[in-house]
């Protein structure tokens, strides 16, 4: 029964013999609502080691910002600015920010509420909404941030190459997998340490270029003979064709680009949600995170396609590479047509080091939703560990975990680190055709990944007005995110129209268009028919709410008073 506080106790431990205990979680599994005796069962039970808590805020943030700010902003981005000009590519993401906006908010108040390890929206969708909707969605993030890594790694690869290297890029593609690997195997507050800093120089690096941005835009380059201010954007003009002329092909051509649009977009709000699970304090920081993500989506995202949108003119012919190669940058083709040679080496060095950090929070991403995938039943147990028959009372006798000791599943990120060998198709095929197929591949797949967001939210909103639970006692609280549902649907629909035009037809551009849609379907519907006793959602009256609340709050530590203006500088770091 639930304490005189509203929360109930911490759940009892787990105990019996193993076969005892495999019976138990068989039959758990295919009860239809998760209740405390399950949560007990699979994601309290005590005889397994599990992650830790040894990220900070600060380590949430730039985790989250520092993982999508890699080549699909800083490359690709030059692209999408060649199909729809600079008009479509500015609205389309102010567009795409407001709609993640919305969901980074509505994702927030679920995680905060709750924060348990193993933390991701697979495993609220599973709490509380349906097993097979938390089967489905954990399955997608972990073969959709897998195929991710070898995305980052084949564009860092494609960077590697502006300078003309001798080197087989097999090797640049080699050293770079060893070490985003070896990153994931050190303990997360390391992890958190070093993927801080590395976010740091991003941010150094895109600050420095709004501002470089800026004296371009009054003529400051060796070059420049006058001012240049939106010259682009009278000759050859503000919007694009694309597919057909006249006002078909400007449809076409703002069509396309919140398609492109929306890779850099891509699973950056969930990047927040898994750092929930290894966050301190995580019903204080997520809130705070969430909260300044608004600001950096200004700065940073619209800041930057403002600012290729002034330096380069969309019919240069560098931006219609498609990504395949850092020339194809609207940064590096607005410098090198301003004069400014030796600074498009150094912007390519941080896109690398963008490009290696991006697949690095990638593989930590893809990690971490298997095993959460284990702890809630939906994947093989070997993933968090096998139990000994020993007794609980006695912790020593665990005979394997598949955690260390330090919290890190590695079980799990050595099976998701096999998706690090599709980068070497980079080796046989055309760098361009690989970049496009990920990027096609992925974006379907963060479309429907925000939809089953907007599900999960609004079951748990159910949930929380049908137990009574008010807004004022949730961590965090917002009213926007059911306004971006229709948004992504429609984004979903339309990720591969251009492949339905006649010229453009061919079976792999189609394929990697819509493919996620099936593949989703096949695992929800394969689930479904596995549970089919179960109902399409649990009752909101029945959705536990309160299991571990007790555990989490006894970790939360009050917030920092600071007083003087000097301490709250401390805040940055914090």
Same mark, same amino acid.
């Given at each position: 029964?639930?304490?005189?506080?509203?929360?109930?106790?911490?759940?009892?431990?787990?105990?019996?013999?193993?076969?005892?205990?495999?019976?138990? =979680?068989?039959?758990?599994?295919?009860?239809?609502?998760?209740?405390?005796?399950?949560?007990?069962?699979?994601?309290?039970?005590?005889?397994? @080691?599990?992650?830790?808590?040894?990220?900070?805020?600060?380590?949430?943030?730039?985790?989250?910002?520092?993982?999508?700010?890699?080549?699909?902003?800083?490359?690709?981005?030059?692209?999408?600015?060649?199909?729809?000009?600079?008009?479509?590519?500015?609205?389309?993401?102010?567009?795409?920010? #407001?709609?993640?906006?919305?969901?980074?908010?509505?994702?927030?108040?679920?995680?905060?509420?709750?924060?348990?390890?193993?933390?991701?929206?697979?495993?609220?969708?599973? &709490?509380?909404?349906?097993?097979?909707?938390?089967?489905?969605?954990?399955?997608?993030?972990?073969?959709? #941030?897998?195929?991710?890594?070898?995305?980052?790694? !084949?564009?860092?690869?494609?960077?590697?190459?502006?300078?003309?290297?001798?080197?087989?890029?097999?090797?640049?593609?080699?050293?770079?997998?060893?070490?985003?690997?070896?990153?994931?195997? %050190?303990?997360?507050?390391?992890?958190?340490?070093?993927?801080?800093?590395?976010?740091?120089?991003?941010?150094?690096?895109?600050?420095?270029?709004?501002?470089?941005?800026?004296?371009?835009?009054?003529?400051?380059?060796? @070059?420049?003979?006058?001012? #240049?201010?939106?010259?682009?954007?009278?000759?050859?003009?503000?919007?694009?064709?694309?597919?057909?002329?006249?006002?078909?092909?400007?449809?076409?051509?703002?069509?396309?680009?919140?398609?492109?649009?929306?890779?850099?977009? !891509?699973?950056?709000?969930?990047?927040?949600?898994?750092?929930?699970?290894?966050?301190?304090?995580?019903?204080?920081?997520?809130?705070?995170?969430?909260?300044?993500?608004?600001? &950096?989506?200004?700065?940073?995202?619209?800041?930057?396609?403002?600012?290729?949108?002034?330096?380069?003119?969309?019919?240069?012919?560098?931006? /219609?590479?498609?990504?395949?190669?850092?020339? =194809?940058?609207?940064?590096?083709?607005?410098?090198?047509?301003?004069?400014?040679?030796?600074?498009?080496?150094?912007?390519?060095?941080?896109?690398?080091?963008?490009?290696?950090? =991006?697949?690095?929070?990638?593989?930590?991403?893809?990690?971490?939703?298997?095993?959460?995938?284990?702890?809630?039943?939906?994947?093989?147990?070997?993933?968090?560990?096998?139990?000994?028959?020993?007794?609980?009372?006695?912790?020593?006798?665990?005979?394997?975990?598949?955690?260390?000791?330090?919290?890190?599943?590695?079980?799990?990120?050595?099976?998701?680190?096999?998706?690090?060998?599709?980068?070497?198709?980079?080796?046989?095929?055309?760098?361009?055709?690989?970049?496009?197929?990920?990027?096609?591949?992925?974006?379907?797949?963060?479309?429907?990944?925000?939809?089953?967001?907007?599900?999960?939210?609004? &079951?748990?909103?159910?949930?929380?007005?049908?137990?009574?639970?008010?807004?004022?006692?949730?961590?965090?609280?917002?009213?926007?995110?059911? #306004?971006?549902?229709?948004?992504?649907?429609?984004?979903?629909?339309?990720?591969?129209?251009? /492949?339905?035009?006649?010229?453009?037809?061919?079976?792999?551009?189609?394929?990697?268009?819509?493919?996620?849609?099936?593949?989703?379907?096949?695992?929800?519907?394969?689930?479904?028919?596995?549970?089919?006793?179960?109902?399409?959602?649990?009752?909101? &009256?029945?959705?536990?709410?309160?299991?571990?609340?007790?555990?989490? %709050?006894?970790?939360?530590?009050?917030?920092?008073?600071?007083?003087?203006?000097?301490?709250?500088?401390?805040?940055?770091?914090?």
């Amino acid at each position: 029964m639930a304490s005189s506080d509203g929360l109930e106790k911490s759940p009892p431990r787990y105990d019996g013999g193993e076969a005892d205990n495999m019976e138990k =979680s068989r039959a758990r599994r295919k009860s239809s609502v998760v209740n405390p005796d399950v949560l007990t069962g699979e994601i309290y039970d005590e005889r397994f @080691d599990s992650t830790k808590r040894g990220l900070k805020s600060r380590h949430a943030q730039m985790i989250a910002l520092r993982g999508t700010i890699g080549t699909g902003l800083f490359v690709g981005s030059g692209f999408t600015l060649s199909i729809g000009g600079p008009a479509f590519i500015l609205g389309s993401y102010i567009f795409m920010a #407001l709609l993640v906006w919305c969901i980074v908010t509505g994702i927030s108040e679920v995680v905060a509420w709750l924060p348990t390890k193993g933390s991701s929206m697979s495993m609220f969708g599973w &709490r509380y909404v349906s097993r097979p909707l938390g089967f489905a969605m954990g399955w997608l993030y972990w073969y959709s #941030l897998g195929i991710l890594v070898p995305y980052e790694i !084949t564009a860092a690869g494609l960077v590697i190459d502006y300078w003309h290297a001798d080197v087989n890029i097999a090797v640049w593609i080699s050293i770079i997998i060893v070490l985003i690997v070896g990153l994931n195997c %050190l303990p997360v507050k390391y992890y958190g340490e070093t993927e801080f800093w590395f976010a740091g120089t991003k941010v150094i690096m895109m600050t420095g270029l709004l501002i470089l941005s800026f004296i371009l835009f009054w003529g400051g380059g060796p @070059d420049q003979h006058g001012i #240049l201010g939106f010259r682009y954007w009278d000759h050859p003009g503000t919007v694009n064709v694309y597919l057909e002329k006249g006002s078909t092909g400007r449809f076409c051509a703002l069509l396309y680009t919140l398609v492109l649009s929306a890779f850099p977009f !891509t699973f950056a709000p969930e990047l927040l949600v898994a750092t929930g699970g290894e966050m301190e304090s995580p019903r204080r920081n997520l809130p705070t995170a969430a909260r300044r993500y608004f600001y &950096r989506l200004v700065i940073f995202y619209i800041g930057c396609v403002l600012s290729i949108g002034v330096l380069a003119p969309y019919n240069d012919p560098a931006l /219609a590479g498609g990504g395949a190669g850092a020339k =194809s940058s609207g940064f590096v083709v607005g410098i090198t047509n301003a004069g400014i040679p030796v600074l498009s080496s150094i912007i390519n060095a941080g896109i690398i080091i963008s490009a290696w950090s =991006s697949g690095n929070s990638f593989l930590y991403l893809s990690s971490r939703s298997l095993y959460s995938l284990a702890l809630t039943g939906n994947a093989p147990s070997w993933f968090k560990g096998t139990p000994s028959r020993a007794p609980v009372e006695t912790p020593a006798h665990i005979m394997s975990t598949a955690c260390s000791k330090s919290g890190v599943p590695y079980r799990a990120v050595a099976v998701s680190a096999l998706y690090t060998g599709l980068a070497y198709l980079n080796v046989a095929n055309s760098g361009s055709t690989v970049f496009t197929w990920f990027v096609s591949l992925t974006n379907t797949s963060g479309f429907i990944s925000w939809v089953c967001c907007t599900i999960v939210y609004l &079951r748990f909103r159910k949930a929380c007005k049908t137990q009574g639970i008010t807004d004022d006692q949730l961590p965090y609280h917002n009213k926007y995110m059911q #306004l971006a549902m229709a948004g992504f649907i429609f984004l979903t629909l339309i990720n591969g129209f251009n /492949a339905f035009w006649p010229e453009n037809w061919s079976a792999s551009s189609f394929l990697t268009s819509y493919i996620g849609i099936p593949i989703f379907l096949l695992i929800y519907f394969g689930h479904r028919i596995y549970a089919r006793n179960e109902p399409c959602a649990h009752d909101p &009256r029945d959705v536990d709410l309160q299991t571990g609340m007790e555990e989490i %709050l006894s970790g939360e530590t009050p917030h920092k008073v600071y007083d003087k203006w000097w301490k709250k500088a401390q805040m940055i770091y914090e």
